[in-house]
């Protein structure tokens, strides 16, 4: 598949490339150059486009407190989020 540069400098990707890369309206992309070739690679979103900003503060605490050595291992979270699980409702019938 081959597209032309346009005189402004401008490329236009072809409607099935995009398609078939998942691109859609409004989504961000980045460029990558290595020598001659370009990648075009979908821009991911930050926590900030994902989260609210109470998850974005945890997630931003969780990050300060691993630098700093302060992490719970995966047992001690399991065991943690086992206590703070609401009971499990036994089916009626």
Known sequence: MTAVVTS???????????RKAGFKTGDQVEFMISGRVINIIPKLPYADDTFSPQETALIAKARREMREGEYLT???????????????RHKTT
């Open 74 to 88: 995966l047992a001690e979270l399991e065991h943690d989020l086992a206590r703070k699980r609401p009971p499990r």
């Open 8 to 18: 402004k400098g401008e490329l236009v990707v072809p409607k099935s490339v995009r």
